[in-house]
C-alpha cells in the first residue's frame, strides 16, 4: 500500500512569491490533516479535511493560506504571497477511520523563504 | 487549552541504559495519548498509543491522569532507537486534530 505522498520534498522561493504544496492521502483514507513545523517549534496542526470538506481549520495562520481538496482526494496547501517566517515543514497526514484516531504522515515538505 | 510538554530537548544515553522520554499534558476532558517517532530520513511514524497497551521495539508508556503525565520508557536502549520522538494528544474517540510536544532527541551512544 503506497503511504502518503507530498511534493515537493524541498522548495526554496523568494519573500512575496507563491508555493503550492501538495499531498497524495493514503487510498480510502477521508480524512487528510495539514500540520507545519517552524524552526525551533513544534508541531502545529493547520487544517483537517473530511473528505472535500473542511472540518477545522483553526491552525491556519492567515488568509495568505489556502488549503483545497478537489473531489476529496489529493490536497493543495498555497502560500500566497510567502512570507520569511513561512519557513519551515509542512507535513500531511491521513487517516481512514472517524473512530480510530491514528494518522499516518508523508514526509513532509521543505519550505525555505528567501 | 491543550498542551503537550515534552521538558527534554535532547536525551543522551549509553547502549544498554534505561530511558525515560518525558510527556505532560493539559487536556480538559479524556484525552488519547500517542508517542510518535521519527528516525532519521524516515517519516513521521507512531509508535504506540495509550489505549492500545502494548509494548512497541520494547518501549511502554502508560498514562498517568493524575499527574497527567504519558512518559515514554525502555529497559534496555538500542543504537537504533536514537531518532526523534513527540508526544501528542488528541480527544478521545475523534478523528480531530494531534497536539505534539516539541520532541526529544534521542541519542544513544555506543
Known amino acids: 500500500e503506497a503511504g502518503v505522498t507530498q511534493f515537493p520534498s524541498h522548495s526554496v522561493i523568494e519573500k512575496g512569491q507563491t508555493v503550492t504544496l501538495r499531498c497524495d492521502p493514503i487510498?480510502?483514507?477521508?480524512?487528510l490533516y495539514w500540520y507545519r513545523r517552524v524552526m525551533g517549534k513544534e508541531i502545529k496542526f493547520l487544517l483537517h479535511?473530511?473528505?472535500?470538506?473542511?472540518?477545522?481549520e483553526s491552525g491556519m495562520p492567515n488568509n495568505r493560506f489556502l488549503a483545497e481538496r478537489t473531489g476529496g482526494t489529493y490536497s493543495t496547501l498555497k502560500v500566497q504571497p510567502a512570507e520569511l517566517e513561512d519557513s519551515g515543514v509542512y507535513f500531511c497526514a491521513s487517516s481512514p477511520r472517524r473512530w480510530e484516531n491514528i494518522q499516518y504522515f508523508g514526509a513532509g515538505t521543505r519550505l525555505s523563504v528567501l | 487549552a491543550q498542551r503537550v510538554t515534552q521538558p527534554e530537548k535532547l536525551l543522551s544515553v549509553f547502549k544498554g541504559a534505561p530511558v525515560e522520554l518525558k510527556c505532560n499534558y493539559s487536556y480538559s476532558g479524556s484525552p488519547e495519548l500517542f508517542w510518535y517517532v521519527q528516525y532519521s530520513r524516515q517519516r513521521l511514524q507512531l509508535l504506540l498509543r495509550?489505549?492500545s497497551r502494548e509494548s512497541i521495539k520494547g518501549f511502554t508508556a502508560d498514562l498517568n491522569k493524575g499527574e497527567t503525565s504519558f512518559h515514554l520508557k525502555k529497559p534496555f536502549a538500542q543504537e537504533e532507537d536514537s531518532a526523534m520522538y513527540y508526544c501528542a494528544t488528541a480527544r478521545s474517540g475523534n478523528t480531530g486534530k494531534l497536539i505534539f510536544g516539541q520532541g526529544t532527541t534521542l541519542q544513544v551512544k555506543p
Open positions: 479535511f473530511v473528505k472535500e470538506s473542511k472540518q477545522d
Open positions: 495509550h489505549i
Open positions: 487510498s480510502g483514507h477521508d480524512n
